[in-house]
Every structure is written in C-alpha cells, then in structure tokens.
RNA sequence: GCCGAGGUAGCUCAGCUGGUUAGAGCGCAUGAUUCAUAAUCAUGAGGUCGGCGGUUCAAGCCCGCCUCUCGGUACCA
C-alpha cells in the first residue's frame, strides 16, 4: 500500500447551459466540499478543483435559439456558476472553464500523447454535410422522420416521440436545422478510443482492486464491463470545441465528453506549477466526487483515457450520489422544476448553512431522496436552531450572566462532568470515522449529537437552580458546558463553515485547530467569551410558502407550455393523402409480446382480412380490456417484422401531452373495413 | 425482457463476517423544567424488516421465485 501523502479531490464539471440546482450541490458540491475542509483542518495537503463544461451540441443550439454566440452563452453561465459556488462557500482552491488556454493546450497535448502512441483507432463513416452552410450537422442539428414510428421531427440522434436512438443516416427525409436545406452524405473521418482494449485492465482494476467502491458505483461498472464495451468516438464535426490537433483534422474539434475530464487537469495547472505532483506521483491520491449519471465516465472512459496516457495516477474512488428530487418530481432544468442556487442565496441571505446542513443531513448517498421546503423548514427550526443554536446561546448567555463572559475555574469534577466530557471526544471520533468514509449524513449526524449532550448536560445538572445554593458547583458545570461549546465551533466547520465562523468569534477563539477537536479543555479558565449572538433564525411558514408558490408557477407554465400543439406540417397534396388506406377494424385478440415493455400483439378483424398487428400500447392498456374494441388501422403500411413477429399495419392513436396514447377509433359501431378520410 | 441499485416504525435513514427482547433522528403522546429563538430533558406508543418458499440450532442479513421504485439497455409500423 502506498502511503498518502496529499489528495486531489475533482468535483463534476457543472455544464455550463444553464444555473447550478440543490441536485448538484447535494450529489456533488456539498459532500466534497465538506471532505476537503475536513482534510484542511487535519492539516493534509488536499486540492479541490472544479470547472465549468463549456463544449457540446447543447451550448451550440441555445446560442443558436438566442441569437448570440456559444462564448456569449458559456460566459453568461460561468459567471452565475462561479458567484453562487463562491458565495455558498463550495471552497474551490481552482475553479476554472474548458474554453480557457490552458484548458486547450492540455486537452490538445492529452490528444496529441495518445495519438502518438497509437492509442486511437481512426475510422470513416457517413456524416450529413449542410452544403448551404459548409459544415458536418451534429445529429441534434437534424431532424426528419423516424423510420421507427414515422413521425416527423425526430432528431438524429433520437426520436423524441417513440425514444428511439437513432443514426442520424437512418432518419427519413433528413433536413438540416440549420439551413433548412437537405443535407448530403459525406464521408468523414473519426478517432475512437477503443474501450474494448481495456476492458481486461478494467475488470481487473475495478472489479478485483476496488471492491471497497460503493454498491450503486461498482454494481453500474460491473454491468457497463459485463455488457461489452465499444470504442468510443473522441472527435466530432463541429467548430464549437477544442480542435483536434493533428494534420487533416480541420473542422474537427475533441468530442465533449473527452474534452471534459481533461478540464480536471487544465485546472490543476492553472492552479499550480506543481501540478504534476498532484496528478502523477503515486503517492497522491485522486477522488472524483460525482452524480450518478456520470459513473461510466469517470470509472470506465477517464480511467482508461488516463492508462493509455500511461503517466497519470488513476482514481482512488469514486464517490458517486444518486439523484435528489424536488417535492417529489425529478429535478428538471428544462422544466424549471429546481431550487436554483443563485435564487436561493437571494431568498435566503445570509443561510448558506441552512441549505448545506438539509442538503448532508438529506443526502442521496445510498438512493434516491426527495428534498421538500417542508422538511428544509423543519430541520432549521427543530435542529439547527433548537438544537445547536439553542444550546449555543444557553451556555453563552448563562455564562455573560453569571461570569461577565469569563471561563471560570472548574472545581472537582464528578462522575457526571467526566462523561460528559469523555462524550465530547466520543462524538468527536465518531464524526471523522464517518468522514473518512464519505458518509456524510452519518457524520453530521454524529456531530449534531454533541450539541444534543450539551442540552442534556444542562437540563441535569441545572446551574441556574444551583446558583442560588451552591455557586461553585456552578463554575464547574458551566466549564463543562463551554468546552461543549467550543468543540461545536470547531467540529461544525467543515459543514456549517459560516455558523462555525461565527461561533468562533463569539467565543473569541480565533483560527480553528482541529487537533483541538474533541479534546476537554479547549477554552482555558480566565479567557473572555463575546456576547451572545443567534446562530440561526427561525423560518417561518410565509417563507416557505413563498417557495412552494414559486414551483407552483413554474408547473402551471409547464402545463401551459405542454397544451401548445406542434406546429402543423408542410402541406401535402390530396394525391399523397388518399395514398394512406385507413380502415376501421376490430381487435379480436391482444396479448403481451414477451420480453418487451411497450409491446402487444394484436389480432385486427379488418373487414378485409384478419391480420396480426404490432402496437407499442402495452404500457397504457391490459390486453383482455381491449378486445373488441374497434380501432382505426392504416392497412397499406408496408410490413415489418417487431421481435420476431410480422407486424401488418398500423393503429392509430392519439398522443396526450403527458404521453398517454388513446385509440382514435368511430364514436359508434361501423361495418369493419370502412374507409377512414 | 436483460443488467445494476433499492424496498426496515407516519417521515428520513442505520443495521458489522447470519446469533439473545430490530435501532436513531424527526413527527406524535405523556411528564419534568424555565438559563434559552415555546427552545430543552425524560418516558412511551408505533415495525409479520416488500411478498411467498427454502437452507440453518438460529435470517432483516444466505438461496429460489414473485412484486414495487429508480437508473441503464432492448423493443415502440
């Protein structure tokens, strides 16, 4: 085992299309930001690096929507990205962006190293060419008909209406969304990094060598390994990117997927000149704090990118969350269902806290987890305030009141004062054990549990009672509540960094020392304490309401949004309509094609003939309550076979907005085979 | 369908290599208390550990089947 000697800690590149969410901070931010003020305070040599991911398609389509330019986007994101990490206090020692120099130079030289050594295959393929435009179309720059479901508007890479994936060459009537224009094949030339090769280093290296990886990490690897690996593009036809650096490659830029965990590493540099000795000596050690719909790349592609370089160290672990929902819903950027980060530290001044604690106390660790302004609410005023602040100020105030805020002089301490005092370094203990295993719902916890023995201290040993009778008593038990005191602020700092802050100026502790934590004398008899101050405030029920009226709003524009028809098609001649024969028809039989989720087999009386129909419905009808039915079903559809089954026709149906399908079928019984126009 | 992760008190979650009466916090009830932002402290109620079957002296934990949730993947004429 190699002995550590400092730790690299990269937090997931935010993308840079829109503001940061609870989500993030709770899957990613939160968690590696309290891991390395952790490390900080025991004095480790520790980097926390992040970055904004500024490539990509997306970036590209909304400059393209708002009429400005992919920098104009990028930098508009940053900026809000950048300001609210800094004013949550997320303490970035980098936090940089991939469409800087550095990051170019060092994605480049990353290329160039692996190019080199003949780590990439190079291959050609089909590409859809705008010659109005003079460029490759990214498939989500083409739209056309789904050759699975016939729907127009499908994109290249996917149909939005059946979920397909698709290859942009296999869409019907292909239409640049650029130009407008129909785009021409043209042959291109990639680079893949051929993830196969890797695969019996990954087995290895994960499945053998890092069996200590949580469960939902390791169990995804284990599958993507089982499921077979593929080489994967690294270069795309786009000019919004890192251009790829070698001869013939113009208009090519790196695939934003490679590009992106390089930023890890451009960061570092810009950080230090030494970087180096953070991304390559073995005796560093390097974690990647994630979301979980990142684990394939940051245990499978980075990694094998990384090996094939051959000079860099892998990662240690990968600490990856599940997701946070939002009063139940998933969180949606697209929809607006969020709590922004930005609007949060508006709504809520001076409560970066608040956020930071419901967020650990609450997070996804293990599964899915629901945030709720209701639980956000209770968890301020039950524990932070009544908790921690409440002990906080009884044992400040009692002091100002008894002792003019001066530590006094214990005198011989009982059975009771010692365990107490003992239980201080226990809580003390049981909070880095589970910080040294990133659970940090645990550790918070374990932490809040040495303010509740404060509380308790109290209530049994009662000093304001004892002051009337027996005042030196009472110099004991409020030393030993002040010591409670003083490991809270030094305790609390690596999750509630601005309540810890304040707390140590209150007790006039000046900078923190953590090897102090859990020790039982860290204020000494004599030192003067300030005046009590309120750590934290009550939330209110106005408050909160407020917030709950705000995703109200954005559901009802949702809704809104969703009651929009699309937009009606080109027009098409009377000819081209009368070439569909639709027909009324009734099912005679239905039932579930094995294996598949959406699929029934239907048996069509069709007045014409009895024929055997494949409709993707099964996840909207049981089979037996649609026999009888009658539908209405494009009978000269060519045939097709689904899942081994020949598929003859096609029924019609409606889609609802949410995506619930309906047949669209005569109000009354009609004579089966009767013309539908 | 296949792969992965989950399903433990009203809510959010712990439960080590299977071992005595299954735990915590919040919420709830009752009592104590007043230094404190009606905060605190104590006590209590509440669980056929998703379901069925099996292995075992012993299963929340192991095995099989089923079921629900989330993610990935296949299917959608």
Redesign the pocket.
């Known amino acids: 085992m190699t002995k550590i000697k400092r730790t690299l800690v990269t937090t997931a590149l935010p993308y840079a299309n829109g503001p940061v969410h609870i989500g993030h901070l709770a899957g990613v931010y939160v968690p590696a930001d309290i891991y390395v003020r952790y490390l900080r305070l025991k004095g480790e040599d520790v980097l926390l690096i992040g970055g904004s991911d500024e490539h990509g398609v997306p970036i590209t389509l909304k400059a393209r929507n708002e009429g400005i330019t992919p920098q104009d986007v990028v930098d508009k994101y940053h900026s809000i990205i950048k300001q609210s990490f800094a004013d949550f206090g997320i303490s970035f020692d980098v936090y940089s962006r991939t469409s800087s120099k550095t990051h170019y130079e060092t994605a480049s030289e990353f290329f160039k190293s692996l190019y080199d050594k003949g780590e990439f295959l190079e291959k050609e393929s089909q590409q859809y060419y705008d010659e109005e435009a003079g460029q490759f179309l990214a498939d989500r720059y083409i739209t056309g008909t789904?050759?699975?479901?016939?729907k127009d508007g499908a994109y290249g890479d996917q149909c939005e209406s059946?979920?397909?994936?698709l290859n942009a060459t296999d869409l019907l009537h292909p239409r640049s969304t650029i130009s407008g224009s129909t785009p021409v094949q043209r042959t291109t030339k990639h680079w893949y990094l051929p993830l196969d090769k890797h695969e019996a280093f990954l087995r290895q290296w994960i499945l053998e060598e890092h069996k200590e990886w949580k469960?939902?990490v390791?169990?995804?690897c284990?599958?993507w390994i089982?499921?077979g690996l593929q080489p994967r593009a690294v270069s795309r036809d786009l000019d919004w990117g890192v251009p790829v650096p070698v001869e013939g490659a113009e208009g090519k830029v790196l695939y934003v997927w490679f590009d992106a965990p390089i930023g890890y590493i451009s960061a570092t540099r810009e950080l230090t000149p030494d970087w180096e000795k953070y991304w390559k000596d073995p005796e560093t050690r390097l974690l990647h704090f994630i979301g979980?719909?990142n684990i394939v790349f940051h245990c499978i592609v980075f990694p094998s990118m990384l090996k094939a370089e051959g000079t860099y160290n892998l990662p240690d672990n990968v600490p990856a969350n599940?997701?946070l929902n939002l009063e139940g819903d998933?969180i949606s950027t697209s929809r607006n269902w969020a709590v922004w980060l930005h609007e949060y530290l508006l709504d809520f001044k001076d409560k970066q806290d608040v956020l930071r604690y419901v967020l650990t106390a609450?997070a996804?660790?293990?599964?899915?987890?629901?945030f709720t302004w209701k639980?956000f609410q209770?968890r301020n005023?039950?524990?932070l305030?009544?908790?921690f602040?409440?002990f906080v100020?009884?044992s400040v105030?009692?002091t100002q009141?008894y002792y003019n805020g001066v530590v006094p002089q214990p005198d011989e301490l009982q059975d009771f004062d010692r365990e107490t005092l003992e239980g201080i370094g226990v809580f003390a203990q049981k909070t880095q054990e589970a910080l040294d295993q990133f659970k940090f719902?645990?550790a918070v916890?374990e932490a809040m549990n040495l303010a509740?023995l404060g509380?308790?201290y109290?209530?049994?040993t009662?000093p304001?009672?004892l002051i009337k009778t027996d005042a030196a008593r009472v110099e004991t038990i409020m030393y030993v509540a002040l010591q409670i005191t003083a490991n809270l602020a030094i305790l609390m700092e690596p999750f509630l960094p601005f309540a810890a802050e304040k707390l140590r100026k209150m007790l006039n502790m000046g900078q923190v020392d953590w090897k102090l934590c859990g020790q039982k004398q860290v204020l000494q008899t004599g030192h003067s304490i300030g005046e009590a101050e309120?750590?934290?405030?009550?939330i209110e029920d106005s408050e909160i309401q407020a917030q709950l009226d705000k995703l109200q709003a954005s559901k009802k524009a949702n809704e809104a949004a969703a009651r929009t028809a699309n937009p009606a098609k080109e027009n098409i001649s009377f000819d081209e309509f009368s070439k569909m024969d639709i027909r009324t028809g009734t099912i005679l039989e239905a039932e579930k094609?094995?294996?598949?989720?959406?699929?029934l087999k239907l048996k069509i009386d069709t007045g014409l003939d009895q024929r055997t129909?494949?409709?993707?419905i099964a996840e909207f009808f049981e089979p037996e309550t649609i026999v009888g039915r009658q539908v209405s079903i494009l009978v000269n559809?060519?045939p097709?076979n689904?899942?081994g089954i020949e598929?003859?026709?096609?029924?019609l149906m409606a889609e609802d907005a949410d995506g619930r399908l309906d047949f669209v079928a005569p109000q009354s019984p009609v004579k089966n085979g009767s013309e539908v126009r």
């Not at 059946?162 to 994936?165: F, L, P, V």
């Not at 094609?593 to 699929?599: G, H, I």
């Not at 129909?613 to 993707?616: A, D, E, F, L, P």
């Open positions: 789904c050759p699975h479901c016939h059946c979920g397909t994936s469960p939902n390791y169990g995804q284990k599958s089982d499921l979980k719909d599940e997701f998933k609450n996804p660790e293990t599964k899915d987890n629901d639980d209770a005023n039950n524990e305030v009544a908790i602040g409440n100020n009884r105030v009692l009141k719902r645990e916890k509740r509380n308790k109290l209530a049994d009662e304001w009672k309120l750590l934290f405030q009550k094609v094995a294996k598949t989720k959406k699929l129909v494949v409709s993707g559809l060519a097709r689904i899942k598929s003859q026709g096609m029924i």
